[in-house]
């Protein structure tokens, strides 16, 4: 191209040699001669220091893909049914947590078989499997906020989204997080991507300088990163969760949120500034000089935007302390059901010296929250079960139980436990009729019981605040709006585009019962046993509370009539709407209705969708439930149960369906590799 004008601002001059000695001949003439040297220096990441890999591709994420909450505990780890899987991600420096699992089972037998079917010979579920489970950092593959890379613990399959970055040296992890994460080495492998997608190939061509003294850059990520895990563990839905805090009101509580946040920012912010300022002064640039390159420019990541007027900070603030306190209404509420239920154990709130330690940040992610209420096998508690307090005392990391032998009375009896556990997973919304007591099991009588355990006198006042913050008369009414307590938990359990609330409100149409189940005590005698306990006596309740009110009728007169008339006409509305609900539940479980949690949260509520009163999640669940009668999930468990002979019969045809139900005698489709040559060169048939 001819420039008129060499020495106008926007003309540049390049000599075409540098260009094309740069990596891939990227045209980059808008940077300085140092950044083209660096760029054409033979010193790279790989092979001298280390590698970038990418990953698996399921090309059925609906199928292969679960959040970590979806499913049994039992069955996550290396080679178990589900692991780990990286897959990018939100926009997150140095800590992020891993929330899906892949479908391992058989040695990612069933996927491999489904990656043939669809993209013919190429097995995709083994790219780069030598690199799976290492420990090392990972970053999200293409993101419009600009490359961030964090810690990659060990045992976790990587996808073709989040790529790893490994050491194949000496050097630590946590020193190449640190480096990738600066701001001189991030805005190198800006000006080199395309439309924001950051290939490995990027990073193995990265020019590499060795530093005298790397420990303290990799001390400032791994204090960075235990930064941002201390404030993971206030989050219910992380693999790092231990407990809410508790403080004397809610107010409080969110005070102390926001110091958090504020310290985690400022050791974030400190480690930040060691990774710049080291690369910086290691290649001999001023990276300042590159922000303007990066696609990170209209991003506050470094926290030295311009500050903005007084008035518009003072909102800010307003709008900060607004958040928090919601954020800390809504996670105190939903800790307490997930106590009642006995997922989380309370003695850790009270006593946080109870809590295990967390793992090392590259060591494998605990199966269970360190907050969980376990069973002496560091899974979740059963009735009679419950770990003792010198067990947790003695349990030296959230990933290790104590050592054989060294606690001498490991579980307690469920009274010796501070509150009483619902173990059949099932809480309901009943106050009681015509002025009765509220139900055992009522969830609102069950949330005081936990409040009265961890605030005693103050109990109704925290409750009442948190009413207040919630825009609620009572915890009733929060309950019981569709947009109240289910929405929050639908959106707090929502993740990389699956929807997986593990609390399932069944409501009659006006709301007036419902009943919450618990999706990990979900078994195949649950709708019987809530119909037995729960729906068939509150039926006889109201028969004898409207005979009763007929009765009164008979010798009313004058306005008593007319009250007792209109008690009457609910009671019955009441009445019929119980009965129409029980009615649904026993046709849901005779499908038969056998859940099976590895099917994941979605398949496994679609038959009730009908009794969903948040429109957005029975049009979820009513979509599902469509498409797996159709056959479209025949993949599925339930599916299975539901239409067995329909399911045998794909099996004869598809290998990867056949292999998820332990068919595979059935399929008569050939398994590949299956021919072998013969000594005159031709091919066999391989006995099975």
């Not at 000599?15 to 083209?36: E, G, M, Q, T, W």
Request: with cysteine; proline share 6%; glycine share 6%.
């Amino acid at each position: 191209t001819l420039i008129n004008d060499p020495k106008s601002v926007d003309a540049y001059v390049v000599d075409r040699a540098n260009i094309k000695s740069l990596p891939a001949a990227k045209i980059l003439y808008s940077v300085s001669p140092r950044i083209h040297a660096l760029l054409r220096n033979k010193n790279v990441f790989e092979p001298e220091i280390g590698t970038a890999r990418e990953g698996l591709r399921t090309f059925d994420d609906y199928r292969f893909l679960r959040l970590r909450w979806e499913v049994p505990p039992l069955c996550i780890g290396s080679n178990e049914t589900w692991e780990p899987l990286a897959k990018g991600g939100e926009f997150a420096r140095y800590y992020s947590d891993l929330p899906l699992l892949v479908r391992w089972a058989t040695c990612g037998k069933e996927l491999a078989e489904e990656n043939r079917k669809v993209n013919g010979q190429v097995a995709q579920s083994r790219q780069a499997s030598d690199y799976y489970r290492r420990a090392g950092g990972t970053y999200s593959k293409r993101s419009a906020k600009g490359f961030s890379i964090r810690a990659l613990p060990a045992g976790c399959i990587i996808g073709t989204k989040g790529p790893a970055v490994l050491s194949e040296s000496k050097v630590l992890p946590a020193y190449i997080i640190g480096w990738l994460n600066s701001r001189l080495i991030r805005s190198l492998i800006h000006i080199q991507a395309n439309a924001y997608e950051f290939n490995t190939g990027i990073l193995k061509r990265l020019p590499w300088q060795y530093a005298d003294e790397p420990e303290k850059l990799a001390n400032d990520v791994i204090e960075a990163i235990h930064a941002l895990r201390r404030e993971a563990r206030l989050n219910e839905a992380n693999s790092c969760f231990i407990s809410v805090i508790l403080a004397s009101s809610i107010n409080e509580i969110a005070d102390r949120i926001a110091r958090l946040s504020l310290e985690v920012a400022q050791t974030v912010a400190k480690c930040q500034t060691t990774c710049d300022e080291t690369m910086d002064r290691l290649y001999a640039v001023d990276s300042t000089s590159l922000k303007s390159l990066s696609v990170e420019n209209a991003e506050d990541s470094d926290g030295d935007e311009d500050q903005e007027d007084s008035e518009e900070d003072s909102e800010s603030a307003v709008s900060v302390a607004e958040g928090d306190r919601t954020k800390a209404a809504l996670e105190l509420t939903s800790y307490c059901v997930g106590v009642c239920v006995g997922r989380w154990d309370v003695r850790v709130a009270i006593d946080p010296s109870f809590a295990p330690k967390l793992p090392d940040p590259f060591d494998p992610l605990p199966v269970c929250p360190p907050g969980m209420l376990v069973g002496p096998d560091g899974l979740p508690a059963e009735p009679n079960r419950i770990v003792s307090e010198e067990w947790l005392r003695a349990r030296p990391d959230a990933n290790t139980l104590p050592p054989d032998g060294s606690v001498k009375t490991p579980t307690i009896p469920d009274s010796e436990y501070p509150l009483r556990i619902s173990w059949d997973g099932v809480l309901v919304d009943d106050p009681g009729f015509n002025g009765d007591r509220p139900h055992r099991d009522d969830i609102v009588r069950r949330m005081r019981e936990v409040f009265d355990l961890l605030w005693k006198d103050k109990a109704h006042e925290i409750e009442q605040e948190a009413c207040d913050i919630l825009g609620v008369s009572d915890l009733r009414d929060y309950f019981r709006r569709p947009a109240g307590f289910f929405q929050d938990h639908l959106k707090r359990y929502s993740k990389s585009r699956r929807k997986a609330p593990i609390y399932w409100p069944l409501s009659t149409p006006s709301g007036s019962y419902t009943l919450w189940l618990y999706y990990h005590r979900l078994n195949d005698q649950t709708i019987y046993a809530a119909v037995n306990k729960y729906v068939e006596p509150k039926i006889s309740e109201v028969e004898r509370g409207s005979a009763g009110i007929e009765n009164d009728l008979k010798s009313a007169s004058g306005r008593d009539v007319t009250g007792l008339t209109d008690r009457l006409s609910e009671a019955r509305t009441f009445l019929g709407e119980l009965r129409d609900l029980r009615e649904e539940l026993l046709r849901i479980a005779a499908l038969p209705y056998k859940p099976d949690l590895n099917d994941g949260v979605i398949i496994n509520a679609s038959p009730f969708h009908d009794l969903f009163r948040l429109r957005s999640w029975a049009k979820d669940t009513g979509d599902c439930w469509k498409k797996l009668q159709k056959g479209d999930y025949d993949w599925a468990h339930l599916a299975y149960t539901i239409r067995p002979d329909r399911v045998r019969e794909v099996c004869r045809t598809d290998r990867s369906i056949a292999i998820a139900h332990g068919l595979e005698a059935l399929c008569e489709v050939e398994a590949p590799g299956s021919k072998k040559k013969d000594g005159r060169g031709r091919r066999r048939k391989e006995n099975s």
